[in-house]
Nanobody, 125 residues
Framework: QVQLVESGGGLVQPGGSLRLSCAAS????????IGWFRQAPGKEREGVSC????????YYAASVKGRFTISRDNAKNTVYLQMNGLKPVDTGVYYC??????????????????WGQGTQVSVSS
């Protein structure tokens, strides 16, 4: 069964850090681009970061550049999103995906259109 499972969300104070994980099963993650989207209450889902297969080209939204880092561990079939310097505006549900929409952010190769169930990140004092 093909599946993406996120973990690592939680409640953190402004300036804090979290590391999100996205574990893939049923397919080999390093064959495809994979990315992170987030959705804040009342707002549309937005692309945060993605990483290509092969050369590992990355994309970061301007709002997170310099604070977030995406990486992949092919041996564990897992992708990570290290989030430092968190701000209240980073609050939302974070999803990992292999959806073809990643091409719009310059991440390739395109794979099956899987989405995880999401993990909640809350940044508040």
């Amino acid at each position: 069964q093909v599946q993406l499972v996120e973990s690592g969300g939680g409640l953190v104070q402004p300036g804090g850090s979290l590391r999100l994980s996205c574990a893939a099963s049923g397919f080999t993650l390093d064959s495809y681009a994979i990315g992170w989207f987030r959705q804040a209450p009342g707002k549309e889902r937005e692309g945060v970061s993605c990483i290509s297969s092969g050369d590992g080209t990355t994309y970061y939204a301007a709002s997170v550049k310099g604070r977030f880092t995406i990486s992949r561990d092919n041996a564990k079939n897992t992708v990570y999103l290290q989030m430092n310097g968190l701000k209240p505006v980073d609050t939302g549900v974070y999803y990992c995906t292999t959806d073809r929409v990643l091409a719009a952010y310059g991440c390739y190769s395109l794979g099956p259109g899987h989405w995880g169930q999401g993990t909640q990140v809350s940044v508040s004092s």
